[in-house]
């Protein structure tokens, strides 16, 4: 199975754009963005205005992608899928929505407030800003890039935009920063999106060629495992048949970063690993995009030409994808 990106649309702590994604892994100097991030879209502003913030984060970087893309102008739009995944969704908007409930003002409770709480508003936004009416879904975990190259396969899209999105939250960051297992950890926010096709075109970057998850029982990032992970992971690593170039891990400074590199050395003692969240921070349910995004750019400058991507997602997914360039 394998399906085809075009572009990608970035918003992180160091980079918001793929060419500032390049910069940044080629040495390049960056100032580490204050949470929340601030950053400037192309959308029109009256098209956003009664919008979440979350719903703007996401949207901004889904239409830098789609602006990359060559959409033909003869493609049914019914035949463009949407795929997001993300780990809290739209928190702050749960957080205030639910202070006015118990604080007992059901004037503030309204429809549209709470529509804009649930973590599928934004792909509802997305879809209607570009005139999306294929497959469209929300991810809590798993994986999004492999779930929207099995639509793709399935022909059930012609073209998918596939990405990620957490946005920071005030009250739910300060207690995440609290748990044992995100100490060393720097938390953070972002959205990756890539605009991904059943076939090859002229716009084509990169392929995604194979993919391998597992459950490891329960995230690594909310909760400690133990060393039979580390067997999870070989096994998952093993289906990749042949070694990338390098790893771009799961690594984001805490007791798990140990875990998980013995058992990339195992499988691929020669390749290089990365650690984009050194850069980007954790940014929780993006990571696993975020880091594809990194990947896809070094691919772009010619540092690599296969990359192997993992991530773990708030469920305790382990998932990998091999990217590589065309």
């Known amino acids: 199975m394998k399906a085809y990106i075009e572009s990608i649309g970035v918003i992180s702590r160091c980079a918001k754009s793929a060419d500032e994604l390049t910069k940044v892994q080629n040495g390049g100097g960056y100032e580490k963005a204050a949470l929340p991030i601030e950053f400037e879209s192309q959308i029109p502003p009256a098209k956003m205005r009664r ?3 979350y719903n703007k984060f996401a949207c901004t970087a889904a239409d830098n992608a789609v602006r990359e893309t060559a959409i033909p102008e003869a493609l049914d739009r019914r035949r463009i899928g949407t795929i997001i995944s993300t780990g809290y969704g739209s928190s702050v908007n749960n ?5 006015t409930v118990t604080k007992g003002v059901p004037g503030l409770c309204s429809p549209y407030i709470y529509a804009g709480t649930v973590p599928n508003s934004c792909v509802g936004q997305i879809c209607i800003l570009n005139g999306f009416k294929g497959v469209s879904t929300v991810l809590t975990g798993g994986d999004p890039l492999e779930y929207s190259a099995l639509l793709l396969a399935a022909n059930k899209a012609d073209m998918i935009l596939c990405g990620s999105v ?3 939250c005030e009250a739910l960051y300060s207690e995440l920063g609290g748990l044992d297992t995100l100490k060393g950890a720097q938390l953070s926010e972002g959205t990756a999106m890539m605009m991904m096709t059943r076939e090859r075109t002229e716009k084509t970057l990169y392929a995604v060629t194979g993919f391998s998850c597992a459950s490891l029982g329960k995230s690594p990032l909310l909760h400690r495992i133990d060393e039979g992970a580390f067997d999870i992971i070989t096994d998952i690593l093993k289906k990749h048949e042949t070694a990338p170039d390098a790893v771009f891990t799961a690594a984001n400074g805490t007791y798990f970063d140990d875990i998980e590199s013995k058992a990339i050395k195992t499988i691929f003692p020669e390749t290089e690993l990365v650690s984009p ?3 980007a921070g954790e940014t929780l349910g993006c990571g696993y ?3 594809t995004a990194f990947a896809a750019a070094a691919i772009s400058s010619g540092k690599y030409k296969k990359v192997l991507v993992t991530g773990v997602d708030m469920v305790g ?3 990998t994808s091999m990217i590589e360039g065309v």
């Open 95 to 99: 957080t205030q929505f639910a202070e």
């Open 277 to 279: 969240k050194k850069w």
């Open 317 to 319: 997914n382990y998932c």
């Open 289 to 291: 995009m975020m880091n």
């Open 51 to 53: 919008n979440s913030r």
């Open 166 to 168: 957490e946005e920071y």
